[in-house]
Nanobody, 122 residues
């Protein structure tokens, strides 16, 4: 069982930056692919970025060039650096982890955090 705890959300102005963190309760670096998802109330959850245990990275087109996903295996922590934020980035952001990358990509990961709210105002 893996517990994930996100932090770092908040309210910012357009163009500003935030860094989200997700700390795992157990060692995840050699086993789990991890990712960030976001969801606006009433809308479908969207995959933002994923990173495999070997470091392969993928981004949604909407965040390419602005967001950077990374992981610190020694700290069991996943990060999402978000720059040049836009109002459309406003959402609840969730961290997720799974052994199976395909399950993660489909938003069907076994482990999820509780979410952290990001609000971008103009």
């Amino acid at each position: 069982q893996v517990q994930l705890v996100e932090s770092g959300g908040g309210s910012v102005q357009v163009g500003e930056s935030l860094r989200l963190s997700c700390t795992a309760s157990k060692y995840t670096s050699t086993d789990y692919s991890m990712g960030w998802f976001r969801q606006v109330s009433g809308k479908k959850r969207e995959r933002v970025a994923t990173i495999t245990s070997s470091g392969s990275i993928s981004y949604a087109d909407s965040v390419k060039g602005r967001f950077t996903i990374s992981r610190d295996n020694a700290k069991n922590t996943l990060y999402l650096q978000m720059n040049s934020l836009k109002p459309e980035d406003t959402a609840m952001y969730y961290c997720a982890a799974d052994y199976d990358l395909s399950k993660l990509w489909l938003g069907r990961a076994d482990y999820w955090g509780q979410g952290t709210q990001v609000t971008v105002t103009s």
